[in-house]
């Protein structure tokens, strides 16, 4: 059963997760599938082979939904949606790419409706902490983002204003149409099954394979974006996907973004730390100041979440990156030896 309620879906009942091939959803049609739900439906546009995952037992198909016929598709006999499916990438991608960035609110607006038509119960929205205004995270000593932040609107360029909105649209469908929505903004996701490499990874990933890298081709430098005082805070998947639960069964929560992220702010420079000790290696920093390194500090503030479920991400940064790494460079070895691998 989901983790903390009576309202949870029937063990038969159709869950349906679109993104499915990437890192998150991915992750999510596993932690649904291991808590012995039987009828999951995963969905992604990229072809099956490219997917991060695929989870013994569960109906994948291969959809762009950025098409209203394939949404309609995915979500038919569906009691719960999960869309998780958007164009989207660390700061390398989303400040290069904004039109692809902003194009994903085809999925959500065509996913909605599809929920809606389909008599589904819940949906649930992955937004951001790009939401939120950028005015408030340009010093790195920040004060962590309350959900209320958001408002008066400043969100990032491109990938966080289509956040913003299509959480506008799951408002109104609660508010005009009586659809439940659920909406998470997530901070940095991280762990095992994400991307890695290949311009899309984002920091956690990208420190991690880089010194796996020095250490392999006896490199004794790394090359961090920006000063490396930026900070961040890093939410290990398995907090992530527990909470996505929980916050898609909690009443309270209908249609009210919450922070879904840790509340441990670490500096760039002190993730490297951390990788490093897992690696056991100490490399010369070499500071690529003009690399798109996003806003200067932002962090979590779970008061909120702590309030309503009773409960927070709680896994350590250092726990959850040793595992990460581990994971990482077990993908970088498989490729050096020819063997698929996820990105
Ligand atoms: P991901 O890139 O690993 O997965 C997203 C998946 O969506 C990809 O497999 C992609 O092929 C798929 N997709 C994109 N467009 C699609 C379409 N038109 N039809 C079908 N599938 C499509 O990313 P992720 O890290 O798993 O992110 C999942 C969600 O969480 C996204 O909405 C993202 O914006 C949000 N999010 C993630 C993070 C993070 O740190 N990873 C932080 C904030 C928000």
Not at 190 to 210: F, H, L, Q, S, V
């Amino acid at each position: 059963m989901p983790e903390n309620n009576a309202n949870g879906p029937n063990k038969d009942d159709l869950i349906v997760i679109g993104g499915a091939g990437g890192f998150i959803a991915g992750s999510l049609a596993r932690y649904f599938h291991d808590r012995g739900f039987t009828r999951i439906r995963a969905i992604d546009k990229k072809p099956l082979p490219e997917w991060y995952q695929r989870v013994p037992g569960v109906e994948n198909l291969c959809l762009d939904l950025s098409q209203e016929k394939n949404c309609k598709r995915a979500c038919e006999g569906a009691v719960e949606v999960y869309n998780l499916a958007a164009d989207m990438g660390g700061m390398g991608f989303i400040e290069k790419f904004r039109i692809e960035c902003l194009r994903s609110i085809l999925v959500n607006t065509h996913m909605i409706e599809a929920a809606y038509r389909a008599g589904a119960q819940r949906y649930f929205f992955s937004s951001s902490a790009c939401a939120y205004n950028t005015t408030l995270q340009e010093d790195p000593n920040v004060t962590a983002l309350k959900e209320t932040d958001a408002y008066p609107a400043m969100a990032e360029r491109g990938y966080g204003w289509e956040k913003l909105m299509s959480e506008m649209f799951c408002q109104e469908y609660w508010a005009e149409r009586g659809l439940m929505t659920f909406i998470a903004r997530f901070h940095n996701v991280y762990g095992p099954n994400g991307t890695w490499d290949g311009g899309r990874e984002k920091a956690p990933a990208a420190i991690c394979r880089k010194v796996i890298e020095a250490k392999d081709q006896g490199i004794d430098d790394i090359e961090i974006w920006g000063d490396g005082t930026q900070t961040r805070s890093f939410m290990y998947i398995d907090d992530c996907t527990q909470g996505i639960d929980k916050i898609t069964h909690c009443e309270d929560l209908i249609a009210e973004p919450i922070n879904l992220g840790s509340s441990e702010l670490v500096s760039i420079n002190r993730l490297v730390d951390l990788a490093e000790e897992v690696g056991g290696v100490k490399l010369q920093r070499d500071y690529k100041l003009d690399a798109p390194k996003g806003v200067a500090g932002r962090n979590s503030d779970n008061t909120v979440i702590e309030r309503i479920l009773g409960w927070e991400p709680s896994m350590p940064l250092s726990d959850g990156l040793a595992k990460t790494y581990a994971w990482i460079e077990q993908q970088y070895n498989d490729r050096k030896a020819g063997k698929r691998t996820v990105s």
